[in-house]
């Protein structure tokens, strides 16, 4: 049995950062979930900070604390996905609007408060958006970065090259100096790039488990897949859609569904084709320093099994 971890839940929801806060809600015994920070992303902060609350309340968990972060880039104008996510970032299902307050605290303030006040390497920061909430805070407060436990992340991809250009995935892409500014700071990185989450497709089969649930939760989480998977699958032909951010909580509760190496990542800022490339050294043909344990494979039954699991405890 794992210990309880303390996490903060950094996102900017989007139907696979819902699917990843439910997985974390039905884990309490394994998760103790501090707070959830909105961030500017697949869609505005006004709707990222929104649909974290509509997700809590989906889920019977008023209690969470929701704070709304950066609603842009370090230094880049804002790019959106709403032609993945729809217009509310989590069209499929009709969802009521949520009656839960957000916080008044600023998200990055929360975040330096928190790594604060709790001991030192206590609390893992899960970041499923841009990174901007995460280098603000570290920027503010260059001391809180020793105290993190581990920062675990949803971007990037090397074999697999990008998403949004290219050479780019989406989180990196959106605010690729605030990435830099964290894969420089010397925080321990996981990362899931897309080479593990294009392995992992919503295939009819498994999105008729999580129906079999039954609860309204579930059945929320189904619409939402049958409206995100139809991207993914007219762009890459696929039977089903790649599930990125729930890889993030699946690491922490089961770490030995993946495996990966420690990598040296670099993060392009300054070309213009390939802004927000993830530079993976997979080989280590450079000597630059280790920064991330970058996750290359994963068990993808054990993956929805434990999903469908969890869901159902909700």
Same mark, same amino acid.
């Given at each position: 049995?794992?210990?309880?971890?303390?996490?903060?839940?950094?996102?900017?929801?989007? !139907?696979?950062?819902?699917?990843?806060?439910?997985? /974390?809600?039905?884990?309490?015994?394994?998760?103790?979930?501090?707070?959830? @920070?909105?961030?500017?992303?697949?869609?505005?902060?006004?709707? @990222?900070?929104?649909?974290?609350?509509?997700?809590?309340?989906?889920?019977?968990?008023?209690?969470?604390?929701?704070?709304?972060? /950066?609603?842009?880039?370090? +230094?880049?104008?804002?790019?959106?996905?709403?032609?993945?996510?729809?217009?509310?970032?989590?069209?499929?299902? +009709?969802?009521?609007?949520?009656?839960?307050?957000? !916080?008044? &605290?600023?998200?990055?303030?929360?975040? +330096?408060?928190?790594? $604060?006040?709790?001991?030192?390497?206590?609390?893992?920061?899960?970041?499923?958006? =841009?990174?901007?909430?995460?280098?603000?805070?570290? &920027?503010?407060? =260059?001391?809180?970065?020793?105290? +993190?436990?581990?920062?675990?992340?949803?971007?990037?991809?090397?074999?697999?090259?990008?998403?949004?250009?290219? /050479?780019?995935?989406?989180?990196?892409?959106?605010?690729?100096?605030?990435?830099?500014?964290?894969?420089?700071?010397?925080?321990?990185?996981?990362?899931?790039?897309?080479?593990? @989450?294009?392995?992992?497709?919503?295939?009819?089969?498994?999105?008729? $488990?999580? /129906?079999?649930?039954?609860?309204?939760?579930?059945?929320?989480?189904?619409?939402?897949?049958?409206?995100?998977?139809?991207?993914?699958?007219?762009?890459?032909?696929?039977?089903?859609? =790649?599930?990125?951010? =729930?890889?993030?909580?699946?690491?922490?509760?089961?770490?030995?569904?993946?495996?990966?190496?420690?990598?040296?990542?670099?993060?392009?800022?300054?070309?213009?084709?390939?802004?927000?490339?993830?530079?993976?050294?997979?080989?280590?043909?450079?000597?630059?320093?280790?920064?991330?344990?970058?996750?290359?494979?994963?068990?993808?039954?054990?993956?929805?099994?434990?999903?469908?699991?969890?869901?159902?405890?909700?």
């Amino acid at each position: 049995m794992l210990e309880r971890r303390k996490i903060i839940i950094d996102t900017d929801p989007g !139907q696979d950062d819902a699917a990843a806060i439910m997985l /974390a809600f039905g884990s309490p015994a394994e998760l103790e979930l501090l707070g959830i @920070t909105a961030v500017a992303g697949n869609v505005s902060l006004a709707l @990222t900070s929104r649909n974290a609350r509509i997700i809590c309340e989906l889920c019977d968990r008023r209690d969470t604390k929701v704070f709304a972060g /950066a609603d842009k880039p370090l +230094v880049r104008k804002l790019v959106t996905a709403e032609h993945v996510h729809g217009k509310t970032g989590l069209d499929g299902p +009709v969802l009521d609007e949520p009656t839960m307050p957000l !916080q008044d &605290q600023y998200a990055v303030d929360f975040i +330096v408060e928190t790594l $604060r006040s709790e001991p030192a390497g206590a609390v893992t920061l899960c970041a499923l958006g =841009p990174l901007t909430n995460v280098a603000l805070a570290f &920027q503010k407060a =260059p001391d809180i970065v020793e105290r +993190v436990r581990e920062l675990v992340m949803m971007g990037g991809g090397f074999f697999e090259g990008g998403n949004i250009t290219p /050479a780019a995935e989406f989180n990196i892409y959106v605010d690729p100096e605030a990435a830099d500014v964290v894969f420089r700071s010397g925080v321990p990185i996981v990362m899931m790039p897309l080479d593990v @989450t294009h392995r992992l497709l919503t295939r009819k089969e498994r999105v008729k $488990r999580i /129906a079999e649930v039954g609860t309204p939760p579930a059945k929320a989480m189904v619409e939402m897949l049958e409206f995100f998977e139809r991207f993914d699958v007219e762009k890459y032909g696929s039977d089903g859609g =790649p599930l990125h951010d =729930p890889t993030v909580i699946a690491y922490l509760l089961k770490p030995e569904l993946f495996e990966g190496r420690n990598c040296n990542v670099e993060i392009e800022v300054k070309s213009e084709l390939t802004a927000g490339m993830t530079v993976v050294d997979w080989w280590h043909v450079t000597d630059r320093k280790r920064n991330a344990k970058v996750i290359r494979f994963v068990d993808a039954d054990g993956f929805f099994e434990l999903l469908t699991e969890r869901f159902a405890k909700i």
